[in-house]
């Protein structure tokens, strides 16, 4: 097996927790982290969390997650955990494209977000699961999964959250300003509990791509310096928490993803129209890139990273949405062409994304997606010989 497979991070949960997520979907009378609510809801999430990290060890990945068993969205979780958030079931979900691209496809609708007091990051129940993780993880390496801040800030600045007459926060910039106090009280306690690396998730930087014809912010009509401010400004509230983790001691990664709901996506967008400022410019020690179709664009847009040699590359050519092995030929043959533009020694392989980034999961089984992980492990191997 090699360690030049990685995993993004979730993996498809067991029905017996399921059943507990299903009822967390439909019910906004009740309060994070929902174990209360739930006779035997955490005493099922340990177990399961403890079954799939000796799964993970057994098949040889290298930096463990509780599979993210603990999440039911692979982002709102935290900001429920965050003080001053209340969490509500919305008019309608999320929008993905479905299967056949014919029409939308609604998600969950339990995605509300109502900022009711300053935003806050200490004592957050992931601190808890980290410790937990840790514990059950033993001497093997473990990673905690969070969404970034520029994430959050656009969901919550696109919304009826700010410039309200009772709005906590009048103005984007004042929203700004406390998620990153949230987030640096968060980070500073994760450290202080022993964390090491921590991966930001982010599903934002397509929007910003002007051949991504699912934006908001593409053609014509479209003020570019606008948009091209706004970009900015999303970067440089995740650099704003990079620097601090890096202070901290700590490894700063990174997944980007263009949609993963039940194997749908949300948007195209090449990561060339979008590579001289969320490549470039993001200062992370590890980027997860997805790279599994043409949507990606020319692995060209790695050519910004030739300049900044302590960056590492993890390929995500193979598919966490399909049922099927991938394609090994395709991998080998794009890992070669990226070889040449950065070096081997810094490419890592890994799928897309992850395997239930919501607790649904992608359309595989269990089965199949081991099956689609140890392929992995031997596409790396016959790479990289390591």
Request: proline content about 3%; overall charge negative; charged content about 25%.
């Amino acid at each position: 097996m090699s360690k030049r497979f990685q995993t993004v991070g979730s993996l498809l949960r067991p029905e017996k927790l399921l059943a507990y997520k299903r009822q967390i979907e439909n019910s906004d009378k009740i309060k994070y982290p929902f174990y209360k609510d739930f006779d035997g809801y955490e005493e099922t999430e340990i177990e399961a969390t403890k079954d799939v990290v000796a799964k993970q060890i057994a098949h040889n990945i290298p930096v463990i997650t509780d599979g993210e068993f603990s999440k039911s969205l692979w982002h709102l979780d935290f900001v429920w955990g965050l003080s001053g958030i209340e969490r509500y079931i919305a008019p309608h979900g999320y929008f993905f494209r479905d299967l056949d691209e014919s029409h939308q496809y609604e998600t969950r609708r339990d995605v509300g977000l109502r900022i009711v007091g300053e935003l806050g990051g200490k004592s957050h129940h992931f601190i808890h699961i980290f410790k937990r993780l840790k514990e059950i993880a033993g001497d093997a390496p473990v990673k905690l999964c969070i969404p970034s801040p520029s994430h959050i800030f656009g969901e919550l600045s696109w919304s009826d959250n700010i410039g309200g007459v009772d709005s906590v926060y009048k103005t984007p910039e004042e929203l700004k300003d406390g998620l990153i106090r949230a987030y640096k009280e968060f980070v500073a306690e994760y450290a202080a509990a022993g964390g090491a690396i921590l991966q930001f998730d982010d599903c934002l930087w397509e929007i910003f791509a002007d051949d991504n014809p699912n934006s908001p912010y593409t053609g014509k009509s479209v003020e570019h310096s606008e948009v091209r401010g706004l970009a900015e400004t999303f970067i440089n509230i995740n650099n704003a928490l990079i620097d601090f983790g890096h202070d901290l001691g700590l490894k700063m990664w990174t997944h980007n993803c263009r949609g993963n709901y039940e194997s749908r996506n949300m948007s195209g967008g090449s990561y060339a129209k979008i590579a001289g400022l969320f490549l470039k410019g993001q200062k992370y020690d590890r980027f997860f890139l997805e790279w599994d179709d043409d949507r990606a664009g020319s692995i060209n847009a790695l050519e910004v990273f030739q300049n900044r040699p302590d960056a590492e590359i993890v390929l995500g050519l193979l598919s966490s949405k399909t049922n099927t092995l991938d394609d090994e030929a395709r991998a080998l043959r794009i890992l070669e062409e990226a070889a040449k533009l950065i070096g081997k020694d810094r490419l890592y392989l890994s799928h897309q994304c992850g395997f239930a980034s919501c607790d649904s999961g992608n359309e595989l089984t269990e089965d199949q997606q081991w099956a689609k992980i140890d392929q992995g492990h031997k596409i790396a191997q016959s790479y990289w010989g390591e």
